[in-house]
């Protein structure tokens, strides 16, 4: 194995750890809000704060963090978020006035949201992108159901904000190991592209030939420092490179209006739209699903915990699974989300019309297994449908505008479930796979239409 094959996997398993790291600090949040409530005298609306706050932060990481990535590069940009999040996690640690907690967790979502963005547009220019970006996800979902245990461990010895304590330790490996292990650009995963990853690849081996051309395309664009520029946004080859001993100028090419540029292109306000709808339907079921178990199909609040647990186990193992099962049964990208889409919609309008509880427990296993790889696989094709140097941009704002849909959708369920009743949840569900479906249909025309246009300059 050469080194540059070994760095890589070296990089894409510290990834792994760094989302599970991430899952563990957004499992937290929830076993923490008692003892919270409890030590600054607040009610639950007003410890809630600390969602928006941290949802804010999250936001603005989303449309900064390409042009963070683009100006100083991969390393340093995740240098930053992690440093971001252990200064924050340390802060909060030592127990703050209420209002500076919210401030905490503004600069808690902002270094997450940088992070994310960061390793995701990293994955992005690898071999087997989409499996990778997959895998990546999935790996958030083992932090989450590892966070709510190390937390409660930790409350039944220590106060709330030891846990803080520890999670900043638990980052700062992190911090080290993406300093030592990262590129400062994308050059580096330029030249690994040439390299067959050790897993299935793509979702076809003939998107995995696009994937592969089209991500060492967007490497080498990005590549600023070894790479020359042609003056019109797009980036000469090494064979252009001056003969020894002769200089020649090289262009920097123009950082400002990224995040314009990215906004003005349809296919990423579509995307971000696409995983806006995701994330509402995901936090929906998963905040209110045990409540609509319990009051519609009369399960047992024991059940009905086990139900939702497996709702986001199946998720978890949906990322992990349907992309390599897709990719030997030769599906492109476009036709596994489809499949996966009326998957939620079906699993859905189970749970909605199951005559058993049992029936309903398996009809809402099926919708987080089916809603699993939707979110990666979305942010995988990126480069399929935007320009290379918009690319880490366009992540940041996808990432961004997701978490829109996690606050105002799952809110608008609970006011439907108010007025109506909780059997609306299902049906709400439902209509959210749909308008996924329709959006996610015009998503695969546009990315069939970059692929197309890769192939004719190819």
């Known amino acids: 194995m050469s080194i540059a094959v070994g760095r890589r996997r070296a990089s894409v398993a510290l990834a792994n750890v760094a989302f599970v790291m991430v899952g563990v600090s957004a499992g937290v949040g929830g076993v923490l809000l008692p003892a919270q409530i409890t030590d600054y005298h607040v009610d639950n609306a007003t410890i809630g704060i600390t969602f928006f706050t941290f949802s804010a932060g999250f936001m603005l990481a989303g449309i900064t963090s390409g042009a963070l990535i683009d100006r100083f590069g991969i390393r340093t940009s995740l240098a930053v978020g992690c440093g971001t999040y252990v200064l924050a996690a340390l802060y909060t640690g030592t127990r703050p006035p209420f209002i500076a907690l919210l401030v905490a967790q503004l600069v808690a979502g902002y270094g997450t949201g940088v992070v994310e963005s960061g390793l995701n547009a990293f994955l992005s220019r690898l071999p087997s992108a989409t499996t990778l970006i997959n895998h ?38 992190l911090l080290a190991g993406f300093l030592a292990l990262y590129p400062r650009d994308g050059a580096a995963a330029a030249h690994d592209e040439a390299v067959p990853g050790p897993d299935a690849g793509s979702a076809s081996s003939a998107s995995s030939a696009s994937s592969a051309s089209s991500a060492s395309s967007a490497s080498s664009e990005i590549a600023v420092d070894s790479l020359g520029s042609t003056g019109d946004g797009r980036y000469a080859t090494r064979q252009d490179a001056p003969p020894v001993g002769e200089r020649r100028e090289v262009v920097r090419p123009n950082r400002r209006g990224l995040l314009t540029a990215a906004l003005r292109t349809p296919a990423v306000l579509l995307a971000s739209a696409l995983l806006s709808v995701y994330v509402g339907l995901e936090a929906s079921v998963g905040n209110w699903g045990f409540s609509f178990l319990v009051a519609e199909h009369a399960q047992t609040g024991l059940m009905a915990g086990y139900t939702i647990s497996g ?36 699993g859905a309008a189970v749970t909605w019309l199951a005559p058993v509880p049992a029936v309903a427990s398996v009809g809402l296993a099926l919708l987080g297994f089916s809603l699993g790889p939707i979110f990666p696989t979305a942010m995988a094709v990126v480069p399929h449908f935007t320009e290379a140097r918009l690319v880490a941009t366009a992540m940041g704002v996808l990432n961004g505008v997701s978490v829109i849909g996690g606050a105002v959708l799952p809110w608008l369920a609970g006011v439907i479930a108010q007025g109506v009743g909780l059997w609306t949840l299902m049906p709400y569900a439902v209509l959210l796979g749909l308008v996924q479906l329709a959006i996610w249909r015009t998503v695969a025309v546009r990315m069939t239409g970059g692929r197309d246009r890769e192939a004719a300059r190819s």
């Open 136 to 173: 990546l996800h999935a790996f958030f979902g083992v932090g989450a159901l590892i966070g709510p245990l190390m937390a409660a461990w930790i409350l039944t010895m220590a106060p709330w904000t030891v846990v803080w304590l520890v999670l900043a330790m638990l980052y700062l490996p």
């Open 311 to 346: 709702y986001w186990l199946g998720l978890t193992l949906g990322r992990f699974l349907i992309s390599p099962a897709a990719a030997r049964l030769g599906m492109t990208e476009a036709g596994m989300v489809f499949a996966c889409l009326v998957g939620v919609t079906a």
